[in-house]
């Protein structure tokens, strides 16, 4: 079976669920993993083993530590998350409601959909690269698993009542929420409306063309879209992550409109202010 037929008849929730962790993993796959050189023709296979000790231990080091780039950007997601699910609603006329239940339904389906990926992975998914199973020879990194690792910490009820409580409590006002939602929103209908140009390009198999197509936020639609034709719309989430970090995170643990409305919980501060940053791309080990 097709992958793309495998997925015809999934639920409203799997399909933004899905989408939005691809998007996610494109940046891992392609910006990180791909650009770092691990499927380069003299690293393939058997050849891996001639090259330098250092250039081995590059890559290794390089591709299996990638995914810790990602763990920081919890609020990012839940935002980006209901950006994708809020036009999936509106495009199929289900009603997006405001209030916790709700939002921590769709949450929940998210979050299950990454623990079944690091704990029991369909790898005929979209969602899996059969490619990064077996890079460096005979080097079994997990990189598939350890991305889903990074997007998967041990929170519980409470601290995801913490987080759409602030969600809540924010986004009609915050500008960069309204930015990442609405950004999340021109991308998911570019990707999925049948006249959409992207999703021709994708419909061919384009895979070039895909990774390269840009448009301007179609500010009609979505006001506070930041798409624009001089980035490729397969950046978005890395352009938006790395430039809302630090208000996003700021407006979860010092915002002034909290006052007891949601409760600052320690291990949500811990997973959004302590690792690396995203990058835009890793260094090929032959780069100055």
Not at 28 to 44: F, H, K, P, T, W
Not at 97 to 103: G, I, Q, S, V, W
Not at 210 to 223: G, I, L, R, V, W
């Amino acid at each position: 079976m097709k992958k793309n037929q495998k997925n015809k008849n999934e639920s409203h929730q799997d399909r933004v669920s899905r989408w939005v962790l691809g998007t996610i993993k494109w940046h891992y796959d392609m910006q990180y993993i791909i650009e770092a050189g691990s499927l380069n023709e003299e690293v393939r296979d058997e050849k891996f083993v001639s090259l330098s000790k250092e250039h081995q231990n590059y890559l290794i080091e390089t591709c299996s530590t990638a995914y810790k780039s990602f763990k920081r950007y919890l609020l990012i997601n839940v935002c980006y998350l209901f950006g994708a699910y809020y036009e999936q609603c509106n495009r199929n006329n289900l009603e997006f409601r405001e209030d916790k239940e709700f939002l921590t339904d769709q949450f929940n389906n998210f979050y299950k959909m990454i623990e079944k990926f690091y704990k029991d992975p369909d790898k005929d998914s979209t969602l899996w690269s059969p490619i990064l199973d077996n890079i460096f020879y005979k080097n079994n990194l997990d990189l598939n698993k350890k991305f889903f690792l990074a997007l998967y910490p041990p929170i519980k009820t409470n601290e995801i009542d913490s987080i759409i409580l602030w969600f809540l409590e924010n986004w009609k006002t915050n500008t960069m929420i309204k930015t990442i939602f609405d950004t999340t929103r021109n991308y998911f209908h570019l990707e999925v409306d049948e006249n959409s140009p992207f999703k021709k390009i994708n419909d061919n198999n384009d895979f070039i063309e895909s990774a390269n197509a840009a448009y301007e936020a179609d500010t009609k639609q979505f006001p506070f879209s930041g798409l624009s034709s001089k980035i490729p719309l397969r950046l978005t989430y890395f352009i938006l992550a790395s430039s809302a970090l630090n208000e996003i995170n700021q407006s979860y643990l010092f915002s002034d409109k909290n006052n007891g409305k949601w409760k600052i919980e320690e291990l949500v501060s811990n997973i959004i202010q302590v690792g690396p940053k995203l990058i835009f791309q890793a260094k090929n080990y032959n780069e100055d």
